[in-house]
């Protein structure tokens, strides 16, 4: 933490001290059409924040109804996440989530999220859902609490600031064997919504699982993605972000880059370093923050380019 | 089920013979736990057959299981993450999520070759043989 932070008054300190067990997200930076994602809590983030023209915040696989090691208190976790975010000198403009809110999808746990999203000073949240927030339902539930309610597959777009955003929504209807999958309605979609714009605006599409085969043996990636690429590049600055995997991972494609966030939760282990994805269980109490993250974006007008910046909380 | 028990509860029912009503017992717990099960409680209540499938690490254990028909499949999660038994042809109904140490059972009654899989992580599958 730095010493430029400290001002922020003894109970910011107070609450990362007590958050053995924290969780956190990221703060992205929109700098002239390119985003830079910078852990929360970083000095750096706010440096860095002076020519960004705007930046909004990515939280990310809260799981809340999670109770078990390494984190027994992930409500707690994702209440300091969004504390780090209100904490940061300019407010982000808004919130993503990329989905697994909950669990187990019980009304209780959208309860319990819905509330602690409720502390947060930003004006709006914008929300796609994982495969956890859709069991036994197909996501009604999901979608009737926070569904933008732009197309029935729950699926949309915005336009924030010279950038357009998307939401997609890829844990629905998968099949046997298969990955993530966004379907053939919601890429016919996609090229509908697309096509007006010209190259030069930049885009930032959002959805749960990697839109990239990034580990698929686990599961991590999504059968169509390459589909939706196809009709992604020929814009000059697209980022991609993800939840799902419980940690960083970056690749540059073209001009499309991909970005993995944080879980506010549990981190989850590298790509194929041991038997399977899950919980990091052994990760001391004391060190558990340090997988955990907040992702902040900020935007700087008239360049193409956007500052993505991660924060830990530490 | 309830409604079932009720009936018993009725005095003229106290005069069937235990044997009979433990018999009606068994072919209502049989018939709750899957559409599939219903037709195997014939064969389900002669002799019970179960078998279990773990599920650890994103997988199913085995990830073949071949059972003579009438046998109880029973699921048991022991990940972390929670995980929906799901038939891969609607062959027999999903599990609910099933959270850590949940378990889930089908009483398979008809050869065939189940292909199931996890409705959230779909690229775990595996399959039932029942001959």
Redesign the interface.
């Known amino acids: 933490m730095q010493d430029n932070h400290d001002n922020e008054a003894g109970g910011r300190r107070q609450f990362l001290k007590c958050m053995a067990w924290a969780g956190a997200g990221t703060l992205w930076l929109m700098k002239g059409g390119v985003l830079r994602a910078q852990p929360l809590g970083d000095g750096a983030a706010t440096a860095s924040m002076a020519d960004a023209s705007f930046s909004f915040a990515q939280i990310s696989d809260s799981h809340i109804g999670?109770h078990?090691a390494p984190n027994m208190d992930v409500v707690g976790t994702l209440r300091a996440s969004v504390a780090l975010v209100n904490a940061q000198a300019a407010r982000p403009d808004f919130l993503l989530h990329t989905g697994d809110l909950t669990?187990?999808?019980k009304p209780e746990e959208f309860d319990t999220l819905t509330g602690v999203m409720q502390e947060s000073h930003a004006r709006k949240v914008f929300y796609v859902p994982g495969?956890?927030d859709?069991?036994?339902d197909n996501g009604a539930e999901f979608f009737r609490r926070f569904g933008e309610r732009q197309q029935t597959g729950g699926w949309y777009s915005f336009d924030h600031r010279g950038v357009h955003f998307v939401g997609l929504i890829n844990?629905l209807d998968?099949?046997?064997?298969?990955?993530g999958s966004l379907g053939m309605e919601q890429l016919a979609w996609l090229k509908k919504d697309l096509a007006g714009l010209s190259a030069e605006t930049p885009l930032v599409v959002f959805a749960h699982m990697p839109l990239w085969p990034l580990y698929?043996?686990?599961?991590w990636g999504t059968d169509d993605s390459a589909e939706a690429m196809s009709l992604l590049r020929r814009f000059g600055s697209v980022s991609v972000l993800n939840g799902h995997i419980h940690q960083i991972q970056q690749k540059v494609e073209g001009n499309i880059t991909f970005y993995t966030a944080r879980s506010t939760a549990y981190p989850q282990p590298a790509p194929g370093v041991g038997?399977?994805?899950?919980?990091m269980?052994e990760v001391a109490p004391g060190a558990l923050h340090r997988y955990l993250g907040i992702r902040d974006v900020r935007h700087v007008q008239g360049r193409q380019a956007l500052a993505v910046t991660e924060e830990v909380l530490s | 089920m309830k409604a079932i028990a009720r009936g018993f509860a009725r005095p003229h029912a106290l005069r069937w013979h235990p044997t009979v009503l433990l018999a009606l017992g068994v072919l209502c717990c049989v018939s709750m736990a899957s559409p599939a099960a219903m037709a195997a409680s014939a064969a389900a209540s002669k002799a019970m057959h179960t078998q279990q499938i773990e599920i650890r690490n994103f997988a199913f254990a085995p990830a073949t299981l071949t059972v003579p028909a009438g046998t109880r499949v029973v699921w048991t999660n022991q990940d972390e993450e929670p995980h929906v038994i799901t038939s891969a042809g609607s062959q027999f109904a999903s599990s609910k999520g099933l959270d850590t140490s949940d378990s889930y059972a089908v009483t398979f009654s008809k050869p065939g070759t189940y292909a199931y899989y996890c409705s959230i992580h779909p690229m775990m599958v595996g399959t039932i043989i029942v001959q």
């Open positions: 999670f078990k669990h187990l999808s495969e956890h859709v069991i036994g844990v998968l099949k046997a064997g298969g990955l698929p043996p686990w599961g038997p399977g994805p899950g919980p269980k």
